[in-house]
């Protein structure tokens, strides 16, 4: 199971820390990622990072703002997101690809997390 948590409300600029702890299984060779969808759009990707945390991609509408890690010891996932923008409004949810692919495509992770609402005010 995963469980997302670490959303809330914050203004515009601020920032928050999303956290995906996993349970029931090891998921250190599984690569994660996150992501999000704002009301009446489509699911998007946003982050994510291979098993060895060596490997990460972002979206472009992210990049240089938010910040994919994990902690292995932990089986958590963390996603650290700067300069918030009213733009970033959604529910974000992480996921895993037990196959530790190097995919985008939601479509391609076979887990996923309940999702936390993040809500940036302008």
């Known amino acids: 199971q995963l469980q997302a948590s670490g959303g809330g409300l914050v203004q515009a600029g601020g920032f928050l820390r999303l956290s995906c702890a996993a349970s029931g299984r090891t998921f250190s060779s599984y690569t994660m990622a996150w992501f999000r969808q704002a009301p009446g759009k489509e699911r998007e990707f946003v982050a994510r990072?291979?098993?060895?945390?060596?490997?990460?991609s972002y979206a472009d509408s992210v990049k240089g703002r938010f910040t994919i890690s994990r902690d292995n010891a932990k089986n958590t996932v963390y996603l650290q997101m700067n300069s918030l923008k009213p733009e970033d409004t959604a529910v974000y949810y992480c996921?895993?690809?037990?196959?530790?692919?190097?995919?985008?495509?939601?479509?391609?992770?076979?887990?996923w997390g309940q999702g936390t609402q993040v809500t940036v005010s302008s």
């Open positions: 990072i291979k098993w060895n945390g060596e490997l990460t």
């Open positions: 996921a895993a690809d037990r196959w530790s692919r190097t995919s985008s495509n939601g479509y391609d992770y076979t887990q």
